[in-house]
């Protein structure tokens, strides 16, 4: 009987180290709680009249070496990411700009749907300083898609493909010297949380690459929150 009882709490003692064993895991998956709020640029004209406007600048690398993730590159140095935050605060109501800054190289994507600018003012970026609608196809190094959803409220959708760095400038060691700046400026409508993701199949080594960064908070998907102005 002793034993059996003893038996029985050791079982319950594992099981409930197992379940907190799986909390801190959840809770590390999750994200990290580093926020990128947008920094205020005084107004934008806009076709939806002169709006508070406000800017935002982020970077997309081919590992997770660079200052963002620690010396050490985080849980996965080997992972493409952006960075430095992946989690972004933009208030409602208002003109975004957003800069991403792509060091990483790229491939095809596996819908054309994302090689278009969506979403954006006019529906174009500049590359580099030159105005553009879309990216080819198969130069594409990620994209920029913040998902709208369905909750009734004014849906906040837009998709901006980063082109790709060509592979003869990408360097074995270090990030390239010459990335390529995508320039967008998005919209507000309502507040509310939103998620982005990257829709190009950047997860290397996993089954149709949508795996590992793809799937990880932090690496290849955060957060967009619209929040009240
Ligand atoms: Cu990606």
Not at 48 to 65: A, C, I, R
Not at 131 to 147: K, L, M
């Amino acid at each position: 009987m002793f034993k059996r009882l003893v038996g029985a709490i050791a079982t319950i003692a594992a099981g409930s180290l197992f379940i907190a064993g799986v909390g801190i895991y959840v809770a590390s998956a999750k994200n990290d709680d580093r926020v990128l709020k947008a920094r205020a640029d005084g107004t934008m004209v806009t076709s939806k009249g002169t709006l508070p406007h406000f800017t935002l600048e982020m970077q997309v690398y081919p590992d997770s070496m660079f200052g963002g993730k620690g010396p050490d590159g985080g849980a996965h140095p080997d992972w493409v990411a952006y960075g430095d935050a992946t989690n972004f605060e933009v208030p409602a109501n208002s003109a975004i700009t957003i800069t991403v800054t792509n060091y990483d190289g790229g491939e095809s994507l596996n819908n054309d749907f994302f090689g278009k600018i969506r979403g954006t003012i006019d529906g174009t970026a500049t590359l580099n300083g030159k105005t553009i609608t879309s990216v080819p196809a198969d130069a594409v190094g990620h994209t920029f898609t913040v998902h709208g959803m369905a909750n009734g409220q004014d849906e906040l959708f837009f998709s901006v493909p980063m082109r790709a760095v060509p592979e003869e400038a990408m360097p074995d060691e270090g990030y390239t010297k010459t990335p390529n700046v995508t320039v967008f400026t998005v919209i507000t409508g309502d507040a509310g949380e939103y998620i982005w993701n990257c829709e190009y199949p950047c997860g290397d080594g996993t089954i149709a690459k949508f795996g590992h960064a793809m799937s990880t908070m932090g690496y290849m998907s955060g957060h967009f929150n619209v929040v009240k102005a």
